[in-house]
């Protein structure tokens, strides 16, 4: 996207995906479950934008919540503990 241009309902789908899809990373649970709530809740919030900067806006701060969660998910996975989460044992048994 460029120019400040208003994304489509497209791009804005596919942001929302990728903040899932990158949500779904992290090996903690707690933080996993936390940034998809978290995704979910910031775009219910967003979903009544009508104004085409704010709307631009909310959009640039989700591309760059994706960047950071990408590398907080790279950097998490390498230092994680190993442990499993009471939630995470409780669901394999």
Do not use: W
């Amino acid at each position: 996207m460029s120019g400040g241009a208003t994304p489509s309902a497209a791009q804005i789908l596919c942001l929302f995906r990728s903040l899932l899809r990158v949500a779904r990373e992290f090996p903690d649970y707690n933080i996993r479950e936390y940034t998809k709530r978290r995704t979910i809740d910031a775009f219910r919030q967003n979903c009544t934008l009508s104004d085409p900067s704010a709307i631009s806006a909310a959009f640039s701060h989700g591309n760059s919540q994706l960047s950071l969660l990408q590398r907080q998910s790279l950097l998490y996975s390498l230092y994680a503990p190993q442990l499993l989460n009471v939630m995470e044992l409780h669901s394999r048994l």
